[in-house]
C-alpha cells in the first residue's frame, strides 16, 4: 500500500503547492509512482504549476459524483513517467467531498501508487478535514515569521484532533539575514516552538517563483542546490526510501 502525505499550512501564500509539486516531482524522479491530489475545490493550482491545466478533463469532484472511473481523471506528466494529478474542480460548488469519500478513494489508490501527496486547502474546515482524512503523516508548510509559527502549532493541533499520526515542519522563504534581525524569529527559536520536527528550510529564490510560473517544477534543474535541499528534505520525510539506496 502506499504512503499517504497531506501538505498543508495555517494560511494560504506559505508555498504549500510549490512544495506539493517539487516534492512529489523528486519522488518520481527517483522511480517512485507518486499521484498529486489537488484538493483546492474552486481554486485549483497544480495544474498550472505542472503545465497541465490544457489536460484537465475530468476532475475528483467527477470521481466522486459517479461522472467519471479513476482512470479517466489521472493525468500523467510525461516529463516524469511516474508522476500523474488528479485535478480539483473550478467549481467550489460542484460535489461535496466528505471524508468517507477521501477514504475510500485512497485506499483504491494506494494499491496504484507508492506515494500519494495531497495539496490541502488553507483553511482548516470540512474539506480540509475531508483532506487529511486518509493521510499517514502531514507536513507543514510555514514561513519565518511570528504569525506563521502561532498558525503552524495550530494547525499542528488540528492534525493531532484529526487522528493524523506524524508530521513535521518546512520553512518556506527564508531570506539571509533574517536570523540576525529580532523582526522574525530565528530558525532556531522556530525549531523549539514547533512541536513537531522541521524537516528542512527552503531559501527565497526567484528561480522558485518562475518556474511555478512557467508550469515546470523548479526540480527539473538538475544539479541545482534547490534541487539537492529537496531531495535532502525528501530524504528526511522518507528516510526507509534513502536507506534502501
Known amino acids: 500500500m502506499g504512503r499517504i502525505t497531506a501538505i498543508t ?103 496504484k501508487f507508492d506515494h500519494i501527496i495531497i495539496d490541502t486547502p488553507s483553511c482548516a474546515g470540512k474539506d480540509w478535514e475531508a483532506s487529511v482524512a486518509s493521510a499517514d503523516s502531514a507536513v507543514i508548510v510555514t514561513t519565518q515569521e511570528y504569525v506563521s509559527l502561532r498558525d503552524s502549532d495550530s494547525l499542528e493541533r488540528k492534525l493531532i484532533k484529526n487522528r493524523v499520526p506524524d508530521s513535521c515542519a518546512v520553512i518556506n522563504r527564508v531570506k539571509a539575514g533574517y536570523d540576525k534581525s529580532s523582526l522574525f524569529p530565528p530558525i532556531s527559536e522556530m525549531a523549539e516552538a514547533l512541536r513537531c520536527p522541521v524537516a528542512g528550510i527552503i531559501q527565497e529564490d526567484e528561480n522558485i517563483h518562475i518556474a511555478m510560473n512557467s508550469g515546470v517544477p523548479v526540480v527539473c534543474k538538475k544539479d541545482s542546490y534547490v534541487m539537492r535541499n529537496f531531495m535532502n528534505i525528501l530524504g528526511r520525510l522518507f528516510p526507509e526510501e534513502a536507506a534502501a539506496e
Not at 479517466?72 to 467531498?97: G, W
Open 9 to 111: 499550512a495555517g494560511k494560504g501564500g506559505m508555498g504549500k503547492t510549490m512544495f506539493a509539486v517539487n516534492l512529489a516531482s523528486c519522488l518520481a524522479m527517483k522511480g517512485e509512482t507518486t499521484l498529486l491530489i489537488d484538493m483546492n475545490s474552486g481554486f485549483r493550482n497544480l495544474d498550472i504549476c505542472l503545465g497541465l491545466e490544457n489536460q484537465v478533463i475530468y476532475d475528483i469532484e467527477d470521481i466522486i459524483g459517479g461522472i467519471c472511473t479513476i482512470g479517466k481523471a489521472l493525468i500523467r506528466d510525461r516529463r516524469f513517467p511516474a508522476l500523474y494529478l488528479l485535478s480539483a474542480s473550478q467549481n467550489p460548488d460542484k460535489a461535496e467531498i466528505l471524508p468517507s469519500h477521501m477514504e475510500r478513494l485512497c485506499e483504491k489508490l494506494s494499491r
